[in-house]
């Protein structure tokens, strides 16, 4: 698995003197070696339809894991973390 997560976020870190500083839509998960696994996930919005085809008012979230990773391209391994990821 990359390492472009820490890479990244000490990056920004340095850049603007903040050692707080977090990357957001970054999860974690413990792999079948007991090893911490980084991931990046996302969000998204939509409007379900009523009945009548029309839009609802309200919006409905929904999350979405990403299969590669955003900065180098690499393929995350999800088969390593217990369960795996549905």
Do not use: W
Request: charged fraction near 30%; aromatic fraction near 12%.
């Amino acid at each position: 698995m990359c390492n472009c997560i820490e890479t990244v976020t000490r990056l920004l870190q340095e850049k603007y003197e903040d050692d707080k500083l977090m990357l957001q839509g970054v999860s974690y998960s413990i792999d079948s070696e007991l090893q911490l696994q980084h991931f990046m996930n996302g969000c998204y919005h939509y409007r379900k339809h009523t009945k009548s085809g029309d839009f609802c008012k309200n919006k409905t979230k929904a999350d979405i894991i990403f299969s590669y990773c955003p900065f180098c391209g690499k393929k995350y391994e999800y088969e390593k973390i217990k369960g795996g990821i549905k």
